[in-house]
């Protein structure tokens, strides 16, 4: 299974940061939890949210008003959006994907991608 | 909800080193571990409490009670030095990530 971030490396305050997760070899649809953890520069990761195979999807309840993550099936890919951005969602944003159908833990990891949001 | 982890930890080559993640009603949650080195993406070192992915080294091991959970290296090698953070999944809880430890060998 590998993963891979993809999207802007700059967004404007105020404005929607969109990054897209490529999967391959594996299908979203087959089950396991997807997902993006994010980690701002010199600091320690932070949850953003998962979403299941049913389209099921569960947030960090600092982010909950902002966020939504969503399938892309035809392209076997899932979507981050985080609205109303600042410089503090300044960070290197992973996806992810559980090592189980179920509550497990993240085993794959995109290699991430820097976001920077800057005017 | 809060996570709690030590900032540092130092162990000897060869020796054992115990990180520990604190919280309230652990028992209630999974709790897993990651491994991040220096510009790598994390690696999942323990998950459901005590179970190891495959081609993690059986140095790792982990345990939990109701207040904390701790990942133990047994035998650290010089390869073992990254920063290591405690993770918990459960009901409306899933995700929620410690602050995380960085951990030096020498």
């Known amino acids: 299974v590998q993963l891979q971030e993809s999207g802007p490396g700059q967004v404007k305050p105020s404005e929607t940061l969109s990054l897209t997760c490529g999967v391959s070899g594996d299908s979203i649809k087959r089950g396991y939890y997807w997902g993006w953890v994010r980690q701002p520069p010199e600091k320690g990761l932070e949850w953003i949210g998962s979403i299941l195979h049913n389209g099921h999807t569960f947030y960090s309840p600092s982010l909950k008003n902002r966020v939504s993550i969503s399938f892309d099936t035809p392209r076997n890919q899932f979507c981050l959006n985080l609205t109303s951005v600042t410089a503090a969602d300044t960070a290197t944003y992973f996806c992810?994907?559980?090592?189980?159908?179920?509550?497990?833990?993240?085993?794959?990891w995109g290699p991430g991608i820097l976001v920077t949001v800057s005017s | 909800y809060e996570l709690t982890q030590p900032p540092a930890v130092s162990v000897s080559p060869g020796q054992t080193a115990t990180i520990t993640c604190s919280g309230e009603h652990l028992l209630n949650f999974f709790v897993c571990w990651y491994q991040q080195k220096a510009g790598q993406s994390p690696v999942l070192v323990m998950f459901?409490?005590?179970e190891r992915p495959s081609g993690i080294p059986q140095r790792f091991s982990a345990s939990k009670s109701d207040r904390t959970a701790n990942l133990t290296i047994t035998g650290a090698q010089l390869s073992d030095e990254a920063v290591y953070y405690c993770?918990?999944?459960?009901?409306?809880?899933?995700?929620?990530f410690g602050p995380g430890t960085t951990v030096s060998v020498l």
């Open positions: 993770q918990l999944w459960g009901l409306h809880a899933d995700g929620l």
């Open positions: 992810v994907r559980s090592i189980l159908n179920a509550s497990s833990g993240y085993n794959f």
């Open positions: 459901r409490d005590d």
